[in-house]
């Protein structure tokens, strides 16, 4: 029966942190369900303060082909760091 | 190591990686554990027994759906709802053995009594399936019931004049409206959902329906406690129940079931001792190897 509930990704927040990561996916017959399921599949050891499900394919995903033009072009753009910088000694916090 | 989860944690680091959980808390810490002046023992032993039995049985019953329930998801939600039980009857056992006094643990009190000496209402031991005795949507029909029947228990059970009871007490009502909820959930959807979900889901309200009369019985041990305001007196639990279950049927198109109670023996039932046919059965599964093998550690 699998086969006939969507697929949802589900994203958390744990206590300590400030953004919703992805913990894995899960079944489920409507988006209700599925907070509920990821409640019990990914809360159950106290992780997480909040909970997003979406449906698996509302995601548009970039595609493994396209890895080189997508990421490569910056692999050699060390300058976009904002390390070039000369801190001033009387800055300590920056 | 005392506890499995300081494994987890690296050496010198306040921050706990976040995906172990963390924050940890036993709901009974620091609880006065005297029991309060003019309550007669015998009877809030008894009456912890009963919440405690309740819970137990439930547990052993939700727990016959690892691995058997129609999808991997509802599998570990039912194993998580006869966690949030077993954990309750824990409490409860825990203090009815302390409170008896003459010796007993929560594992003999557990493994080691007999039928008649289990003081849970018959809903709670029913065979709902998985197998010849029922199927999701019955578990899921008697879920909705015991759920929202004990959660307006709990709820009264908050301001027990035990601090015990009223500490186990808070710390049910969260887990059981989430159980609520769920059974809630899935009434709405195999209501629903197919002719064929339909006609289980009300094939499941009428056989658990037939147990709902003895929710409301006032034993005389119930009575005592509610009078010396360390129990509830389950009659006054009806309408909010009612009000809760007709909320629940009204959203899903479904009639309130009419049907017959299943009577009473000689006018005892569950809190007295007098189960169905189904509790020896439960207890064989539930008891075995305690019984077995006396004292085995693993």
Redesign the interface.
Known sequence: MSGSWPLYEVFVRGKRGLNHVHVGSLHAPDDEMALRNARDLYTRRNEGVSIWVVRADAITASSPDEKDPFFAPSGDKVYRHPTFYAIPDDVPHL | MDNAYDGLVEDGSE??H???????TEALTGVDRAVPPLVDHDDLAAYCLMLGDDALVLAQRLAEWCSRA?????D??LA?IALDLLGQARMLLTRAAEVEGVGRDEDELAYLRDEREFRNVRLAEIDCGPGPGGDFGTTIARLLVFSSWRLALFQRLTGSLDPVLSAAAAKGVKELAYHR??AA?WVL?LAGGTEYSRERIVAGLALVWAYTEELYVTHPVEAALADAGVGVDPAALRAEVDDVLDTVLRAAGLDRPEVRQVAALAGQAGRDGVHTEAMGYLLAELQHVARSMPGAHW
Do not use: I, S, Y
């Open positions: 921050e706990r976040w995906a172990f959980g963390t924050g940890f129609p999808e991997l998801e509802e570990v939600a998580n909820d769920h959930q959807r």
